[in-house]
DNA sequence: CAAATTTCAGTTCCACTGAGATGG
DNA sequence: CCCATCTCAGTGAAACTGAAATTT
């Protein structure tokens, strides 16, 4: 009746609800280890795909991440006042922008990386190893339904 | 290039983003069901700890379900204005409300209750009987943790 | 006096919408 | 004329914070 009460069991025994708590948790790890590195979700994901796709416009980033394209446009903003990245009209279309990781921005990406591998032992640190490949195969069948 | 880009590898595999998926899809079932009984998750879960538990204070309601306490004011507000549930004093200790919930309450949660046993079936749909045990146990476990 | 409960008002964060300007 | 892109301003929901009033 103090601190912890129960939970409902037909709620504490929900996928819906399970699912819910674990990205909570998963969500707290990720936003506390990238806070060490003054970054946020949003930045780790743009620089990988900067990384992966290489120069981009601001709308692909955005179909990329999943990032809505107003925020696209304030994180980039970020980054590049950052010096992780730059911004310039792209001559073959004058509509987009065309935005590339810096030099400084890939070693940053690194370290953030380096952060968030951390992050998933942690959250995972519960299960053996053969449990987490079987739980992440099965998340992915999960979110591939979509 | 146009309605879905792909997503940079980096990011599709990771666990924390694996989850923030699955758990978005299963937020977004669960939000659309429950809409079309005119209501919201907090609803439920709050109908679920008033049907397990019998008559609660506000603030047990709140730990129990995990809202906060200015939410639970608002959404049982809205519970009483429906008929679901009664708000009165608590004789025994006046700080407290008492709430209760009503016959039609107790029949509206059965409904709720069973939108949400199809949802659950549709976000486990690709997995296979088994495998929905498998992956519930595992996530219980990561919950646990916390 | 300290602690718990209810309530209100306000804040913060995140995701999104609308609309204007520019260009293809 | 229609569509894509970038940008800004603003909206709405969800979770939380602070403080006051009441009672234990």
């Known amino acids: 009746m103090t601190p912890a009460d129960d939970r409902p069991a037909r709620l504490a025994q929900m996928p819906t609800w399970l699912l819910n708590q674990a990205s909570a948790r998963a969500h707290r790890l990720l936003t506390d280890s990238l ?3 003054g970054s946020r979700g949003y930045h780790y994901r743009l620089l990988a795909a900067l990384e992966e796709f290489g120069p981009s416009s601001q709308a692909s980033l955005g179909r990329r991440t999943e990032i809505d394209r107003s925020d696209v ?3 980039i903003d970020d980054l590049v006042a950052r010096g992780y990245a730059t ?7 004058l509509r987009r922008n065309v935005i590339v990781i810096t030099g400084r921005g ?20 519960p299960l053996t190893p053969t449990e987490r490949d079987a739980f992440v195969a099965l998340l992915k069948r ?3 339904a979509d």
Chains 1, 2 share one sequence.
């Open 35 to 37: 806070a060490t590195a």
């Open 73 to 75: 446009v304030a994180t």
């Open 87 to 93: 911004r310039s009209r792209d001559p073959d279309d």
């Open 106 to 125: 890939l070693s940053h990406y690194h370290r953030l990386d380096r952060l968030l591998v951390a992050v998933q032992d942690r959250l995972l640190s």
């Open 142 to 144: 999960i979110v591939d």
